[in-house]
T-cell receptor, first 116, second 111 residues
């Protein structure tokens, strides 16, 4: 199983809502990542979890709050988002737990988020 | 600062042709290079990973090469099919272990 599963596939939320994105992998990977991708642009790194601990936060606004409950799950909690936060949010995992991307990165199918 | 460039930005070819996508990077100090495929509005599918010590990797109709000294990688697609239509992204892991992305090549295979 080389799959990273993200739910939901689509999400529409108001600026005052609180929602969560979920990501799951069962490949035994110890590094997990959140990326944001705007249309026709490459992905931008948001967060890296290494052995379930947050190791990199790329100066992401606090309205995005990541959580790694265990080695298979990664959540992204959303609160008070702005319309410009609308994007495709991608989760990825890699075997190397240092988060150094030494090994192949596997991506999920993404959550298409629209903030209204 | 590592920069990754993919040329051309878009490519349209008839079905059945062999084709080459190009990726270049400015700093040869990389740990690996990975090619991905992305369908419109979808996630990324890993195609091939080449470690810095390797010269090429093959998977089915795909062959990726790496020339670190010249800062180049190519993705060769043999006998192209309409289902190959997608955006192809290359990314390198630089000396800071950061994944640096190219802007992608949008490939259209005409039936």
């Amino acid at each position: 199983d080389t799959e990273v599963t993200q739910t939901p596939k689509h999400l529409v939320m108001g600026m005052t809502n609180k929602k969560s994105l979920k990501c799951e992998q069962h490949m035994g990977h110890r590094a997990m990542y959140w990326y944001k991708q705007k249309a026709k642009k490459p992905p931008e790194l948001m967060f890296v979890y290494s052995y379930e601990k947050l190791s990199i936060n790329e100066s992401v606004p606090s309205r995005f709050s990541p959580e790694c409950p265990n080695s298979s799950l990664l959540n992204l909690h959303l609160h008070a988002l702005q319309p410009e936060d609308s994007a495709l949010y991608l989760c990825a995992s890699s075997q190397d737990g240092t988060g150094r991307m030494n090994t192949e990165a596997f991506f999920g199918q993404g959550t298409r988020l629209t903030v209204v | 600062k590592q920069e990754v460039t993919q040329i051309p930005a878009a490519l349209s070819v008839p079905e059945g042709e062999n084709l080459v996508l190009n990726c270049s990077f400015t700093d040869s100090a990389i740990y690996n290079l990975q090619w991905f495929r992305q369908d419109p509005g979808k996630g990324l599918t890993s195609l091939l990973l080449i470690q810095s010590s390797q010269r090429e990797q093959t998977s089915g109709r795909l062959n990726a090469s790496l020339d670190k000294s010249s800062g180049r990688s190519t993705l060769y697609i043999a006998a192209s099919q309409p289902g190959d239509s997608a955006t192809y992204l290359c990314a390198v892991v630089d000396s800071n272990y950061q994944l640096i992305w190219g802007a992608g090549t949008k490939l259209i295979i005409k039936p």
